[in-house]
């Protein structure tokens, strides 16, 4: 039933246009060997401009360069930058006023988070009241999924597959390399290399020269990536690792001017993209993998 169930789920690729996926990693890559390569270019220019008027150039900080190329950051600094992204979020949008609702997410994230290896952080989980259809991972453990993709649930695996993928990003800090890469190209100046105990102004900055970067979302190849390890730790956790893909498969069949997906396909590629990678890359090796849907468990929102 899930390998078929899984076929139809590609089959839907052919019925639905391509998003065009922002290629952020490129694009930041082609920042960085352009600023690799600046100081290459300049020794190798002649001297005739020796007398003319220096020309103002802007210099890569050896600290900053050396960050960027060798340094990671420590499990505290990826908390406080999460807290700073997470604070930013609730400020415009607000959680849910419902203590059960919280316990219950938190209860099925933090279950899913242990299968993650990740036991430095701290983590947290909420639902968003937008009608929005989404889910967002910020640095440091925290995860948020919108009322209105909470709402199209049917069972607590999709659920913990939708936490999964999130929490895949953390993991694989995905948010965090693409943070780092933007410090070599000097879109964070100096904030990235800082160490000052109270740097709540570092970390601010952090945000907000990396805002953009946060809006228009990773690379498709990091959802792609979030999306393998995500089923892989809801199946640790003992779920059924077609709950993310069943999402996935809601997903695709929603009109494709629905509103409340139009952030959605800036930040993520098109679920049938997402679907069709994840059955290429899986197969049938989950096929013998029998975890438990549990709807009677799910906590249903009104």
């Known amino acids: 039933m899930k390998l078929k169930s899984m076929v139809l789920a590609v089959s839907l690729v052919s019925f639905s246009g391509a998003a065009m996926a922002f290629d952020l990693g490129k694009m ?15 020794q190798s220019e002649p001297d005739a401009s020796q007398n003319a008027a220096p020309a103002t150039k802007q210099k890569i900080d050896g600290r900053q360069l050396g960050f960027a190329l060798f340094g990671s950051y420590s499990p505290e600094e990826e908390t406080r930058i999460g807290r700073q992204i997470a604070g930013n979020l609730l400020g415009a949008v607000p959680l849910v006023h419902d203590d059960k609702l919280e316990r219950y997410v938190n209860l099925v994230g933090n279950w899913v988070a242990l299968q993650s290896g990740r036991k430095d952080i701290t983590w947290h989980f909420g639902v968003l009241d937008t009608g929005d259809i989404n889910a967002f991972a910020a640095p440091g453990g925290y995860i948020f999924v919108t009322k209105g993709l909470y709402q199209r649930l049917n069972n607590e695996a999709e659920l913990a ?4 993928h999130e929490i895949a990003h953390v993991t694989l800090k995905h948010h965090l390399k693409v943070l780092k890469q933007s410090s070599l190209i000097g879109a964070l100046g100096q904030a990235a290399s800082n160490k000052a105990k109270d740097s709540d ?4 900055n952090l945000i907000g020269n990396g805002a953009e970067i946060m809006a228009r979302g990773l690379d498709k190849n990091a959802e792609f990536e979030a999306d393998r390890v995500g089923i892989v730790f809801a199946a640790r956790a003992g779920y059924d690792p077609w709950g993310l893909p069943e999402v996935l ?9 629905d509103s409340r997906t139009s952030l959605l396909y800036k930040t993520h590629p098109h679920p049938a993209d997402r679907l069709a990678a994840l059955g290429e890359a899986v197969g049938g090796r989950l096929d013998a993998v029998h975890g438990k849907d549990i709807p009677g468990r799910f906590y249903r929102l009104k």
């Open 201 to 204: 102004q570092v970390v601010q």
């Open 28 to 42: 930041l890559q082609e920042g960085i060997n352009q600023e690799l390569n600046k100081g290459k270019q300049t």
């Open 161 to 164: 597959g939708v936490l999964a």
């Open 249 to 257: 498969q809601d997903l695709a069949g929603l009109p494709a001017k």
